[in-house]
């Protein structure tokens, strides 16, 4: 389900809307001051990043990094659960480690290229080797980039904007 995100007018907190008919149609009011929201049509949706990694230190750390940078942030720790979490939610971004027991990053990236609805969504790949058939081979089934694990969770995010900024294009006039 899309969330969309909108600003309360009074404390300037951010409030996460569910996207569905219903919560459109009725009133919102922020969950800390209680002042009504101002109409969805102000809101932005909060670009999603999907997170598959089987660390569940690093996604303990991260994800609530970027979720304070304004993403939604979905999480699998292992490759058939990101590939149906993807399927599923459809994220704005993939963030997939590259070396997980049962399936690989590679060959969960070589599945996600194969679904026509993600065929352009951006797959980060993370690894901590540092071998160029890494690289190469990420290239060739589809990855968008390569980061070198490990990453400070701030360098993530300006990468995720970057990303993200690329694949939208320029802003409008």
């Not at 149906?84 to 459809?90: C, I, K, L, V, Y």
């Not at 790949?125 to 081979?137: G, K, N, Q, W």
């Amino acid at each position: 389900m899309i969330r969309w995100t909108v600003n309360c007018p009074y404390c300037h907190l951010p409030q996460e809307l569910p996207g569905d008919a219903a919560a459109i149609a009725s009133e919102a009011y922020c969950g800390n001051c209680g002042v009504p929201l101002p109409p969805l049509s102000d809101a932005t949706r909060s670009p999603t990043v999907l997170w598959i990694d089987d660390d569940p230190l690093l996604l303990g750390l991260c994800v609530g990094v970027l979720e304070r940078h304004g993403y939604r942030v979905l999480a699998a720790t292992d490759g058939m659960a990101g590939i149906a979490t993807a399927h599923r939610e459809h994220p704005d971004v993939i963030l997939l480690d590259v070396l997980m027991p049962t399936m690989t990053g590679f060959e969960v990236c070589r599945q996600l290229r194969l679904d026509p609805n993600l065929k352009d969504t951006p797959i980060i790949l993370l690894t901590a080797l540092s071998d160029a058939d890494v690289s190469h081979m990420g290239k060739q089934l589809g990855a968008t980039a390569i980061l070198r694990k490990p990453s400070d969770p701030a360098a993530i995010v300006a990468f995720l904007e970057t990303m993200l900024r690329r694949r939208d294009g320029p802003p409008g006039p």
